[in-house]
């Protein structure tokens, strides 16, 4: 075990663990911020995106011990309101529908529209590409994403 000091949703917080434990792990079993999902566990359908430095990354399969000092933002600290552009433009085009990948969705169209204000359709489609819905609401995420866009 190794003690890690973290910057979670702009909180200083210290963990005790295995250095290769992955970050959905950290998140969920030991801080309890259960809003980042498990999905696949091999990186490939984006349930568990979070940011690391405003950087959409895959927390199932990313080591505690890679974090370093770059601050980390879950889907909880994103907005404690659910005021984000993101998730209001998710609500006015009622995206979800069973909900699961949601919080991967909203925070790799959050961190587009952070480095991106007015993408265009492909790239749109490359940011989201990996993220998968099962529900099949590509086109509401995608109109969702242009709404948080030009009210962003």
Same mark, same amino acid.
């Given at each position: 075990?190794? =003690?890690? $000091?973290?910057?979670?949703?702009?909180? $200083?917080?210290?963990?005790?663990?295995?250095?290769? @434990?992955?970050?959905?792990?950290?998140? =969920?079993?030991?801080?309890?911020?259960?809003? @980042?999902?498990?999905?696949?566990?091999?990186? /490939?359908?984006?349930?568990? @995106?979070?940011?690391?430095?405003? $950087?959409?990354?895959?927390? +199932?399969?990313?080591?505690?011990?890679?974090? !370093?000092? #770059?601050?980390?933002?879950?889907?909880?600290?994103?907005?404690?309101? !659910? @005021?984000?552009?993101? /998730? #209001?433009?998710?609500?006015?085009? %009622?995206?979800? #529908? +069973?909900? *699961? +990948? #949601?919080? !991967?969705?909203?925070?790799?169209?959050?961190?587009?529209?952070?480095?991106?204000?007015?993408?265009?359709?492909?790239?749109?489609? &490359?940011?989201? %590409? !990996?993220?998968?819905?099962? +529900?099949?609401? *590509?086109?509401?995420?995608?109109?969702?994403?242009?709404? &948080?866009?030009? $009210?962003?």
């Amino acid at each position: 075990m190794s =003690r890690f $000091n973290l910057s979670v949703n702009g909180q $200083n917080v210290e963990v005790d663990v295995d250095p290769n @434990t992955p970050v959905l792990w950290v998140l =969920r079993d030991h801080l309890k911020l259960i809003g @980042t999902k498990f999905g696949c566990g091999m990186a /490939q359908c984006g349930a568990c @995106t979070i940011h690391l430095a405003g $950087n959409a990354v895959r927390s +199932c399969v990313l080591p505690i011990s890679g974090v !370093g000092d #770059q601050a980390i933002t879950t889907i909880e600290g994103l907005s404690s309101e !659910g @005021t984000h552009p993101v /998730q #209001q433009a998710w609500l006015e085009h %009622d995206v979800p #529908q +069973c909900g *699961y +990948c #949601q919080a !991967g969705q909203i925070m790799s169209a959050a961190a587009l529209l952070k480095s991106n204000s007015n993408p265009s359709d492909a790239e749109i489609d &490359a940011a989201m %590409d !990996g993220n998968i819905c099962r +529900c099949g609401t *590509y086109t509401r995420i995608h109109a969702a994403i242009k709404t &948080a866009a030009a $009210n962003g």
